[in-house]
């Protein structure tokens, strides 16, 4: 079945007619140009932006509390030690079940345009695969509305927590897309060794590789080059990524420029986080460099964290104006970086809206890419491979 989506304006541009054939999209042409034929299915957007459709880089779907009932959140200090302190008891709270909680959460996701989400699973003994079987689970049943990829995250470290190293392991014996590591040196205080794991088993099932890194100055300077090494013996470009990078907040003129260029020279992509606690880091500078970045959604309504609800749109939102971006061009970018940016970051497809791609769009009011950014509006609709998956902000049924 065709579907024809009339009067549609791509990222602002004027009003074309979107013809839709085998999930992809097969025409684009000026506003009332397109012919239905028996059988297709119009829809008319009446001059809605169309966006490829959102990438989530960075979530922790396993651990979001969406939809129970609030905990209200006590932990004051800003260490990872409570960081751990609270995730172990999050685990311990009487919720439902991890794959419930997890689901919930992708929804809301979703329906809030993001078609691609690569989704983190904490692992360590205790939980040991819990997290990573739901979420394998879940990545089969939501294949209709999204592409998921699952990493397995040593979320408490690997060698402070001995027995993980072998789940890890299982983990991507068992269909994990993708493995994890947590602040090689400043958390495990072995990076050498963490290298070695993670590099190791990432070579060894062919997966991808991520670090999450909360190491300042020149300690987090110094680990992502000895990433970048590690990226570019095993030829592994294109197949790295790293997280939060809080090295990057308040880099010296002479730091940014060792860590843009062993970022793009390796073929490192960078999970940009937006925290409240730190300033955003130049992402415009890194662009320039050649860095491929996406955005994420991060822990969100973890015990944690009470921020973040899945949206990426809203996230462009928070980094523009932590950034205090006000062009239209920054704000375009920070769209790119929600959409075609972010495919290209985590490997996928270009995703843009073009004759040839894949139908995976995001519809939504408004005048301009610069208005939704700075005043993100509900979806109107989300379209995985040409099919409609959500409506005005809600999932729609897959069969639509
Ligand atoms: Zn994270």
Redesign the pocket.
Known sequence: MRRLLLNGRVEGAEATDIVIADGRIAQIVPAGDARAEAGDEVVDLAGQLVLPGFVDG?S?ADKSMWGEPWTRRRSIDITMDQMFEDTLEQWKLPQSSIKDRARRFLHKSIAAGSTTIRA?ADVFPGIDLQGVHALLELKEELAPLADIRVVAFPQLGILRMPGTEDLLEQALKDGADGIGGLDPAAVEREATQVLDIVFGLADKYQVAADF?AHEVGELGVWLVERVAERTRALGMAGKVSM??VFALAEPSPEQFERLSHAFADAGIAFSIGVHGLLPVPDVKGLHDAGVAMCLGS??SRSLWSPWGDGDILSRAMMMSYKSYWRTDDDLELAARLATSLGHQALGAAARSVEVGEVADLVVLPGEAVAEVVVQPVPRSLVLKGGVVVARDGELASVAG
Do not use: A, N, T
Request: aromatic share 12%; glycine share 0%; proline share 0%.
């Open positions: 960075h922790h983190y999450h997280c939060d991060d822990s």
